[in-house]
């Protein structure tokens, strides 16, 4: 498989915003997710990342399984207060809840706490949709592709709160502001 262009782009995904606020740096700094929206970028195949998206309707349903619930597939949308900030959750529960799901490529272990870079995102979720709480589900499979050992963290807006309105949202919106959009 060979690099693909991705145009310059016309807002900022959830998944990106740790990157946006600097809290991802292993992955994708700020300026280098600027210069990817003003100017597009060459995305080059990533296994971890397929991965992950080949997996995560089974993790979907494997989640409903064990809580005895129906997750909603979501709708895309953007923040009222900022067009530009948008993206769309794994999955809707109830009238109250999400779920955010990570399956990981060559991990033994499922995540035992939650890092600051998804985070970020589930606290993106929690305020774009408007829930109470999430759950942050991180699974490890074995060699058949089956879900082999899982985690479910709650994560509840209350936690995420002061956080999210004193700091990472005022400067999403500072960040939003200081990009040249071509579209």
Excluded at 31 to 54: M, S, V, W
Aim: proline residues 3%; neutral net charge.
């Amino acid at each position: 498989m060979e690099k693909t262009f991705v145009k310059p782009k016309g807002n900022i995904g959830v998944s990106q915003f740790a990157a946006a606020l600097g809290l991802s740096d292993k992955f994708l700094t700020a300026d280098q997710l600027k210069d990817q929206i003003e100017n597009g970028y060459y995305r080059e195949p990533n296994a971890a990342t397929d991965f992950g998206h080949c997996k995560e309707e089974s993790a979907r349903k494997y989640y409903e399984k064990i809580k005895k619930c129906q997750v909603v597939k979501a709708r895309y949308k953007s923040f009222d207060q900022c067009s530009r900030l948008m993206g769309i959750c794994d999955g809707l529960i109830g009238e109250n809840g999400g779920l955010e799901i990570k399956c990981h490529y060559n991990y033994t272990y499922p995540l035992q706490n939650v890092p600051i870079y998804y985070l970020v995102q589930v606290a993106g979720y929690l305020y774009l949709y408007n829930r109470d709480w999430f759950d942050f589900m991180s699974c490890c499979f074995d060699e058949k592709g089956e879900i082999k050992s899982y985690n479910i963290i709650r994560i509840s807006k209350d936690e995420v709160k002061d956080q999210w309105e004193e700091n990472w949202f005022p400067k999403l919106i500072q960040y939003t502001n200081s990009i040249n959009w071509k579209i």
